[in-house]
């Protein structure tokens, strides 16, 4: 393979297709792992039983999850979990069902990636898995039943933008803050079909939980993946989790970018993103006097334990306010055992939280959590469209979990920096 200079997305897609990739090329790459979910899989399985094809190529390599309906809310949708279960058990793949957790969280938890690893998942925020230098990407229900069958896909091999996070993070700001600036700033088409490179002191600073939460939102600008590097965290991390090998890859010297942008986080504030774009962003000092009948803690975004902790400290002691409720889902049953063992579900169910089955809960407004007319929601998911969670006449705001929780003691946007 020649060896000219490659981005970590070109390189992925490079060593996963055999060829000399670089951006703009296509090629044909072996996939290491793929997840479906509840709201997709249905589809592809359809699409799969077309293809003539008996067998899926790995089972191993192959997991679906019951997530965004979870428990079912409807006959209709319990025909489809039927036919995801029944199509698991025939194939002999991993079916995580009801209350397991959400499919980005699955993903790395239960050690299905690995540094280095090339992923699909018919689910668009399949990105997430990028915070452990994952090429991780989302792709349609026909797309995912090719994959199944073959173990291969196609990919236009993305341009690259390269993102710097510098200084250090001043108190009650955090990772969603981040990428909320990030998409304020470059819009939600600013990376459309490219690569997000993301580092910088402040990244590596930061939990790898917490990267997630940035990985997550890549797609929310348009981009393929939002990659990270694999440092010593994410390396202890993954072994943590994982039984494979990982194969760590950092972009080389005089790699070629699109673009570039380097962010200082030391002045940055706690940031908002408005009804009912995901760039519509403020800083919380701009967003005046704004009541809140909702909060809701949880999603791929902001449902890790990491999450939970950082509200709980704002919460304990406290609680919801009269006419404002508070709604919390952790992101996997993994996640809500380690809750429960410190504490931390206790202190949030004192306060007023109202938990439900870990899963997306009521971010995408298929079965728990639909806001009533006129409600204003604070979420930690990764969209705020009309519409989402359920209701098109409701407004959704996006915070980080510190945001979400001062917000419902007080039933207004609050500023965490004012938590004690
Ligand atoms: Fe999609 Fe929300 Fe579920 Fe994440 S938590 S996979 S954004 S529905």
Not at 32 to 41: A, V
Not at 204 to 209: E, I, Q, R, T
Not at 383 to 397: E, W
Request: charged share 20%; net charge neutral.
């Amino acid at each position: 393979m020649s060896s000219s200079p490659k981005t970590i997305a070109e390189k992925i897609l490079s060593l996963h297709s055999g060829k000399d990739a670089k951006a703009g090329d296509i090629v044909i790459a072996d996939l290491d792992f793929l997840i479906g979910q509840d709201g997709t899989s249905g589809v592809a399985i359809d699409s799969f039983n077309k293809l003539g094809v008996n067998k899926v190529f790995d089972p191993h390599k192959i997991a679906i999850t019951i997530d965004h309906s979870s428990p079912s809310p409807n006959l209709g949708v319990s025909a489809i979990h039927q036919k995801i279960r029944d199509f698991a058990a025939a194939q002999g793949i991993k079916l995580y069902d009801i209350g397991c957790g959400v499919c980005h969280q699955i993903t790395p938890e239960q050690g299905h990636a690995v540094p280095g690893d090339l992923i699909i998942g018919a689910d668009s925020h399949t990105c997430t898995c990028g915070a452990i230098n994952v090429f991780s990407t989302g792709i349609g229900s026909t797309d995912l039943a090719a994959g199944w069958a073959s173990g291969k896909l196609w990919f236009k091999v993305p341009e690259t933008f390269k993102v710097t996070y510098k200084g250090k993070l001043p108190k009650g700001v955090f990772s969603k803050d981040l990428i909320l600036r990030l998409i304020g700033d470059i819009t939600a088409d600013g990376a459309t079909y490219m690569a997000l490179e993301i580092g910088g002191q402040a990244i590596l600073d930061l939990s790898v939980d917490a990267r997630f939460t940035i990985a997550n939102m890549a797609i929310e600008c348009g981009a393929k993946v939002g990659i990270m590097p694999a440092d010593k965290k994410v390396m202890d991390w993954v072994e943590k989790h994982s039984k494979r090998s990982p194969k760590p890859v950092e972009a080389d010297p005089g790699a070629i970018y699109a673009k570039t942008l380097e962010i200082d986080v030391a002045k940055l504030e706690p940031q908002i993103a408005k009804p009912h774009q995901v760039d519509n962003v403020c800083p919380i000092s701009q967003i005046g006097d704004v009541a809140i009948q909702q909060g809701f803690i949880g999603t791929c975004t902001n449902g890790r334990l990491e999450d939970f902790q950082i509200a709980a400290k704002i919460l304990k002691g406290k609680k919801v306010k009269d006419g404002c409720r508070l709604i919390i889902a952790p992101a996997s049953k993994e996640i809500m055992l380690d809750m429960i063992k410190d504490g931390t579900f206790q202190t949030l169910v004192d306060a007023g939280a109202v938990p439900v089955t870990p899963g997306c809960g009521p971010c995408v407004g298929t079965h728990n959590g639909v806001p009533s007319d006129g409600e204003n929601v604070i979420s930690t998911a990764n969209r705020n469209f009309k519409g989402r969670m359920g209701n098109p006449n409701a407004f959704i705001y996006l915070a980080s979990p510190a945001t979400v929780a001062a917000s419902v003691i007080e039933g207004k946007i609050a500023d965490p920096r004012d938590s004690r």
